[in-house]
């Protein structure tokens, strides 16, 4: 059965810009481009017709099997999935598709369903939102998470600096790639996860506030109970694992955040 997709088109600008290349173009549209998987059509319409004006170009598809087909190979920049699909479920989607990509996904789960949000987490999503939500909301939370992971080079010095490589002990991090190494073998993490190892290597040593990593990761403020970082700490310390030495690498600061602890190895540099 063929896959169906709603596309809505980006409105342009009546100014006159200057004219790009084919590939400028094609990156552009890329990396404003939004898959919203999820069952209630009239959820979706709603969602492009508020997204569109926001400059995004939004797909919709309505069932898991067709979702990975075609979350698989599209250049979407972000994903919006719902955890409850008719037939296979929000969390066997976001499996398959994590198992061969790392583009980012915001889950929609019930409210005040926790479960399904660690869950969720724990999989790979990069955020959650419970529904009902507004869709202002999503569009901070898409606008949030692509700021975060574009690779597009910055003039100003603190944009340069955030883009150089670092190595620390037995890690090597390439902004520019956005890959990750321990020792030789490459580490494959989720955006988020990402994000927090660049900001525990260059702070190494210091203690981050859960609040403060919320708001650079994750580009807003924590809820009360929200355990979105604690979920991202707790996958991001299960990929990397200790230290060569046995050692704890990031360290829990009761009521307070984490430290991404230097081994001996490091202080001796």
């Known amino acids: 059965m063929p896959v169906t997709v709603r596309l809505c088109a980006v409105e342009t600008s009546v100014m006159p810009v200057p004219r790009k290349t084919l590939s400028e173009s094609t990156h552009d549209a890329a990396s404003r481009r939004i898959l919203i998987i999820d069952d209630d059509v009239e959820l979706c319409e709603l969602l492009t017709e508020y997204l569109a004006p926001e400059g995004f170009q939004v797909d919709s598809v309505h069932s898991g099997t067709q979702a990975v087909e075609l979350a698989l190979n599209n250049p979407y920049?972000?994903?919006?999935?719902?955890?409850?699909?008719?037939?296979?479920?929000?969390?066997?989607?976001?499996?398959?598709?994590?198992?061969?990509?790392?583009?980012?996904?915001?889950?929609?789960?019930?409210?005040?369903?926790?479960?399904?949000?660690?869950?969720?987490?724990?999989?790979?999503?990069?955020?959650?939102?419970?529904?009902?939500?507004?869709?202002?909301?999503?569009?901070?939370?898409?606008?949030?998470?692509?700021?975060?992971?574009?690779?597009?080079?910055?003039?100003?010095?603190?944009?340069?600096?955030?883009?150089?490589?670092?190595r620390l002990a037995d890690i090597e991090l390439d902004p520019r790639a956005r890959s990750v190494?321990?020792?030789v073998r490459q580490l494959e993490l989720t955006s988020v996860e990402f994000d927090l190892l660049s900001l525990f290597l260059r702070s190494a040593g210091v203690v981050l506030q859960r609040e403060e990593l919320a708001r650079q990761v994750l580009g807003r403020d924590l809820a009360?109970?929200?355990?979105?970082?604690?979920?991202?700490?707790?996958?991001?310390?299960?990929?990397?694992?200790?230290?060569?030495?046995?050692?704890?690498?990031?360290?829990?600061?009761?009521?307070?955040?984490?430290?991404?602890?230097?081994?001996?190895?490091?202080?001796?540099?």
């Open 77 to 166: 920049a972000l994903l919006v999935l719902d955890v409850m699909l008719p037939g296979t479920r929000g969390f066997e989607v976001l499996q398959q598709i994590r198992s061969r990509s790392r583009v980012p996904v915001i889950m929609l789960t019930a409210r005040g369903d926790e479960v399904d949000r660690i869950l969720g987490l724990e999989i790979g999503a990069d955020d959650y939102l419970p529904k009902p939500f507004n869709p202002r909301e999503l569009a901070a939370r898409i606008q949030a998470i692509l700021r975060r992971v574009s690779t597009t080079s910055a003039d100003n010095s603190e944009a340069s600096l955030a883009n150089e490589p670092v």
């Open 181 to 183: 190494k321990r020792d």
């Open 224 to 269: 009360p109970f929200d355990r979105s970082i604690d979920v991202h700490v707790s996958n991001l310390r299960r990929k990397l694992g200790p230290h060569p030495d046995g050692s704890e690498r990031i360290k829990a600061i009761r009521g307070i955040g984490y430290l991404y602890v230097l081994s001996d190895k490091s202080k001796a540099k």
